[in-house]
């Protein structure tokens, strides 16, 4: 009857602990928010820098245009891509905005190739060759442009016209220009065969877009990237988007292949995937504490407000590694937060907890606590394996729990 009337203190103590959790979620909660402020904030520093620089570049294919329809109101008539070679070459340098740090850089774009032309002789006929970009802003001087060994005359900004003169069934042409840029660089492959060669001076390039590259090297210096496209292959890239639809229908490309100049590691990102393990530490650490106090065998009752400010400690980490990751790379944050974090715990625990008393217990906690945080940055960099390493992981501890807490007396009330 005794034990249906009132809770043993094993029982209240679990259930003090379990409230202590609850009310820890609400900084965490804090702590999500502050993450993803900062993340606005180098997001606004990059804004800041692309207004005054230029932004991520995509460099769509050139068109031409012969003026020798019937039509009078719109006499001109599109001719078709035949080969199409793109070469880029990038030199980056680094843009500071307050304390954040962006990549931005300045392209030398080389694109040659052919147009099919299927009218035959050509006797002073009007031509005009357009080509575009994401943001005109970009050129650092004006296009050069050649038809065969001609140079053409600007019409408009991103248009040049001339009078041909040509008996062949290829026109030959060769653009050149200087194009600023940020982050990242697109090209749109096109034509029949689309040969695209990528190189820039950054060692940390990421190849994204529709297609891998056929060929590419990677150093600590530099890189170099090199595709080979069908037209086949980029007419069966497309989106169900009506417009994009209509753009492959008349036998352009929507495939898009990209080199991106982020940084590897986005510290936000990590800090952010970092948080969402918070809980689970808060959970881990706590329940270490209360094994330890039913198993003691010197009674060392830890008071509530203690396992609010080792939970306090805990979230703190976080705090600090979104911090320092700002001034230095991730790792080196990471080890450093650590560090103030565990050291700090493992006083409180050896001076206060413990009162001097029980060194072996201070000196396992720090061993786990040292555990958990290598098991959480294996979860945080290798994404693909982290469910199987955390089920493990999970799996021990649960066991080590169960092994430690084998002869407690859950019933007992003395």
Request: overall charge positive; glycine content about 4%.
């Amino acid at each position: 009857m005794a034990e249906n009337k009132v809770l043993n203190s094993k029982l209240k103590k679990f259930y003090v602990i379990l409230f202590s959790l609850i009310i820890l979620l609400i900084p965490i909660a804090f702590l999500f928010g502050i993450i993803n402020d900062r993340e606005l904030y180098k997001e606004e520093a990059v804004r800041n820098i692309e207004q005054a620089w230029a932004q991520a570049q995509v460099l769509y294919p050139p068109e031409m245009t012969l003026s020798i329809g019937k039509d009078k109101k719109n006499p001109k008539e599109s001719l078709e891509l035949g080969n199409y070679n793109v070469d880029v070459k990038i030199k980056t340098e680094i843009r500071k905005k307050g304390i954040f740090k962006v990549p931005v850089y300045t392209a030398d774009v080389a694109l040659k190739g052919d147009f099919k032309n299927s009218y035959g002789n050509l006797k002073n006929i009007k031509s005009e060759l357009s080509f575009d970009v994401t943001d005109p802003k970009g050129f650092t001087a004006s296009p050069q442009i050649k038809i065969g060994n001609e140079n053409f005359q600007t019409v408009e900004v991103n248009s040049y016209a001339k009078n041909l003169t040509m008996n062949s069934d290829r026109i030959p042409f060769e653009i050149k220009y200087q194009l600023r840029g940020l982050n990242k660089l697109s090209v749109r492959p096109s034509g029949s065969v689309s040969e695209i060669s990528i190189n820039g001076d950054w060692k940390d390039p990421s190849f994204e877009g529709d297609f891998l590259p056929a060929k590419r090297s990677v150093t600590n210096k530099d890189f170099s990237a090199e595709w080979s496209i069908p037209k086949i292959a980029t007419v069966e890239v497309s989106d169900k988007n009506t417009s994009e639809q209509m753009y492959v229908s008349q036998g352009n490309s929507v495939a898009i292949v990209s080199v991106s100049l982020l940084t590897p590691v986005d510290n936000y990102r990590m800090a952010d995937r970092a948080v969402k393990y918070s809980f689970l530490f808060l959970l881990l650490t706590f329940v270490a504490y209360y094994v330890f106090e039913i198993t003691s065998s010197k009674k060392s009752p830890i008071h509530p407000i203690q396992y609010m400010l080792i939970g306090g400690a805990l979230l703190i980490f976080y705090l600090l590694l979104t911090s320092i990751s700002e001034f230095m790379p991730f790792l080196l944050a990471y080890i450093i937060s650590v560090l103030f974090t565990v050291g700090l715990i493992s006083c409180y625990t050896y001076f206060v907890l413990t009162k001097k008393k029980n060194k072996n217990f201070t000196i396992l906690i720090t061993v786990a606590m040292f555990l958990l945080y290598a098991f959480l940055y294996t979860l945080l960099v290798i994404q693909d394996l982290s469910l199987l390493i955390g089920s493990f992981i999970l799996f021990v501890v649960i066991a080590a729990i169960m092994y430690a807490t084998r002869n407690v007396e859950w019933y007992d009330e003395n």
